[in-house]
């Protein structure tokens, strides 16, 4: 078979970004550009090994990348293929902590409980964080920063944050389309209410996360749900939500891992996505709330690093990576009216975030503290993961599906048959259990599914409770039989 595409790279191994990922991004980049068409061959593993004078093993893990995110696809005893079921994204123009609310059914605060998937604060570098406090604020010059900075934050902390989001998200971002804000739910907020104005509509996952529909209900916008499958939002119910309204301003999405199913918006759906919104002017609010703890190649880039996409915000957070109870978020956006409404808004509620706090772990990232804890923290997470998955076929097998997550801090069981929830989170309360009800989760009727976190409880914990949550769906699914 010939394959007359040669690839264009040269080898830097002095660059942050692994080797199999540089080849990688440079066949999406030419798969992008139309040099790579869909249906063409790669080279085979072998060959394109000699050719870059690498070990053969890099280029695998680089395909492997590719079929992960979808854009090659591999035909046994054929070879590697370009995926030929990309859509064409119409429009190329390239413009320049969250905390779920918990559902309590009892008087009393529950043994165990089952949060929407915090990190374990037992591992947090809480001493190492201290300490560079302590230092930041012993500065012989810090008379200098008890007064008023910018109000979208520390402009060196910024720049970290864009580098951050440039080398690891493949974004195109700089410090002043960046606002430090007091964790994600905070920037959730400016963005609804400096984006939205009563009478507007937006589009969201149904299931999804309340929390962010609040800040846009408070705004004055009316919410249009869309349903999720095993892809992720159903674009076609973008499709039709958009031809049935008019009024649409924004679509609010979770799509490296959906809230709270965890499921992954393919590469596709993301495609398409991008083209209704550059077709629409609906701007993508991109909540990427648990970016960081992945166990497979490596994370989905974010739908807000493809250049096609008109408009976005993108809201992160570092909660999860430093410490849960550091409120630490921010958001990012091309639109410079946008950032600049935000920054007086935020002039208003809040003058400024923790000047020190943000230079303290601005120490902690470029110490190396903050690589070195996500290392350690990323093999913690999955190894309760693997428990967790163990744990889950030998007791509930029989009543429940699941999959297992290739990042994040919970699993999404749902039940073999629909269930009373009302009875069933009753039922868990007594024995001293507490999960987060369906209807949190929920635009309409109440959801037939449940997000089980492990993140921050001992092995313990999720061991015990997990076979008396087994016991109680097998009680309540006997029930509805």
């Known amino acids: 078979m010939l394959r007359p595409w040669k690839l264009e790279l040269e080898i830097d191994k002095e660059l942050e970004k692994a080797v199999y990922l540089q080849i990688a991004d440079t066949i999406i980049a030419d798969i992008r550009s139309g040099r790579l068409n869909a249906g063409d061959a790669l080279p085979g593993s072998r060959n394109l090994a000699l050719m870059l004078k690498i070990n053969r093993n890099t280029v695998v893990e ?126 959730m907020f400016l963005t609804a209410q400096c984006l939205l104005k009563p009478g507007d509509q937006v589009i969201v996952e149904n299931p999804g996360y309340k929390p962010a529909w609040k800040a846009f209900e408070y705004a004055g916008a009316e919410l249009l749900p869309a349903a999720v499958d095993e892809e992720g939002i159903v674009t076609k119910d973008i499709e039709k939500l958009l031809t049935e309204n008019k009024n649409v301003k924004a679509i609010y999405i979770t799509p490296h891992r959906q809230y709270p199913t965890t499921v992954t918006l393919s590469l596709a759906r993301r ?122 076929e030998k007791h509930l097998e029989d009543v429940a599906d699941f999959t297992l997550p290739e990042g994040g801090l919970a699993f999404w069981i749902v039940p073999k048959e629909n269930l009373d929830w009302d009875a069933v989170t009753a039922s868990l309360l007594e024995k001293s259990i507490n999960i987060i009800h369906p209807k949190q989760y929920s635009s309409d009727h109440v959801i037939n599914g449940f997000r089980l976190s492990y993140g921050s409880l001992s092995e313990e914990q999720l061991e015990d409770s997990i076979k008396i949550i087994s016991k109680v769906l097998k009680f309540h699914t006997d029930r509805v039989k």
């Open 62 to 187: 680089a395909y492997q990348v590719l079929i992960n995110e979808e854009w090659v696809i591999s035909k046994e005893r054929k070879g590697i293929f370009v995926s030929d079921k990309l859509p064409v994204v119409q429009e190329r123009q390239s413009i320049r902590d969250p905390e779920a609310e918990e559902a309590s059914f009892a008087l009393s605060k529950p043994m165990i409980n089952f949060d929407d998937g915090h990190p374990d604060s037992k591992i947090a570098p809480v001493t190492e964080l201290a300490r560079a406090y302590r230092q930041i604020f012993n500065r012989k010059a810090k008379w200098q920063m008890m007064g008023y900075s910018n109000e979208h934050g520390d402009i060196e902390f910024r720049k970290t944050i864009s580098q951050m989001l440039n080398h690891q998200r493949g974004m195109h971002i700089n410090e002043n389309e960046i606002s430090i804000t007091r964790g994600s739910q905070m920037a």
């Open 271 to 392: 495609l398409e996505l991008i083209e209704l919104s550059n077709k629409h002017g609906m701007t993508v609010i991109e909540d990427d709330y648990d970016n960081e703890f992945h166990f497979g190649y490596r994370p989905i880039l974010p739908v807000s690093s493809f250049d096609e996409l008109n408009s976005y915000v993108y809201v992160g957070t570092l909660s999860k990576v430093v410490a849960p109870a550091l409120r630490i978020g921010y958001l990012a956006s091309k639109d410079p009216s946008l950032i600049q409404k935000i920054g007086d808004l935020r002039k208003i509620i809040d003058v400024q975030g923790d000047v020190i706090m943000e230079q303290a772990v601005l120490q902690l990232i470029k110490e190396g503290t903050v690589k070195k804890h996500i290392k350690k923290a990323t093999i913690h997470y999955r190894n309760k993961r693997d428990l967790v998955n163990s744990l889950l």
